[in-house]
């Protein structure tokens, strides 16, 4: 118990700073990578400086993806705060995440019977959200398939669904998830399901995970109703 307190201690500690450090970060990554974008163009470098500004980019996307990953990753905050019934937040992500989808071949639908309002941050559920369905389309990446959202009401608490028919996971790599740095992906960062059992322990929810190698995933969260 005393460690578990202690991981959460350190995760409020993390959450804190990512929120203001991920904003302020953004702008000198896009600024950089625009003038590398530049340099790339020269006619006047030689093929050692070309690579060097190939790594530099690569490193650049990389920090890039550490910033997305963790960008809403903050305590709750006042200004965020709606009391709805989730419907408006998948949406949202849905339509966001539509291009990294028909990239991957993959097909999304969701469905709603839900009518229980929850209270809840709206950027930090929309950050959930994204790293759920990014994994989701990530897992698919080589055989494209479909992402299935379901957000439908239990007596007194609001269950998402969230399947993929992609690459799935055994026993020890479910055990592994959420564990900071935890990634299996050569460009992964391993702080997407951090974020999300973080967001969703502080809205008193659980999330259940049943996977099968080669079949795919599905990711129950069960949030109470405010
Ligand atoms: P990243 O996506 O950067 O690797 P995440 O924290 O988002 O980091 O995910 C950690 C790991 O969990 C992934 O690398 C992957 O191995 C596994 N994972 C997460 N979601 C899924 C999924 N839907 N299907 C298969 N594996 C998954
Ligand atoms: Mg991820």
């Known amino acids: 118990a005393r460690e578990l307190l202690f991981q959460s201690e350190k995760i409020d500690l ?18 950089t990578n625009g003038f590398l974008q530049l340099l790339r163009q020269s006619q006047t470098i030689t093929k050692d400086e070309q690579k060097y ?34 419907q408006a937040e998948t949406e949202y992500v849905k339509n966001i995440m539509t291009p990294y989808a028909n990239m991957h071949k993959v097909q999304m639908q969701l469905s709603f019977r839900n009518n229980l309002t929850l209270q809840y941050d709206k950027n930090q559920i929309q950050q959930c959200f994204i790293n759920l369905f990014k994994n989701a389309i990530e897992a698919m990446r080589e055989t494209g398939g479909t992402l299935s959202v379901d957000v439908i009401e239990d007596v007194k608490a609001v269950i998402v669904k969230i399947n993929d028919t992609g690459i799935g996971m055994g026993k020890e790599e ?41 079949k795919g995933t599905t990711f129950i969260i069960n949030i109470p109703a405010a």
Do not use: W
């Open 53 to 86: 500004i190939e790594f530099s980019l690569i490193e650049l996307k990389r920090a890039e993806g550490i910033v997305s990953d963790f960008l809403a990753f903050s305590r709750p905050q006042c200004a965020n705060m709606v009391y709805s019934n989730l």
């Open 174 to 214: 479910i055990a592994q998830l959420g564990r900071p740095y935890y990634s299996t992906k050569k460009e992964g960062t391993g702080l997407g399901m951090m974020m999300v059992y973080s967001t969703i322990s502080k809205l008193n929810g659980k999330i259940k995970v049943e996977s099968e190698k080669g």
């Open 14 to 31: 993390v959450s804190n700073m990512a929120a203001s450090v991920a904003h302020e970060i953004r702008n000198p990554l896009t600024v």
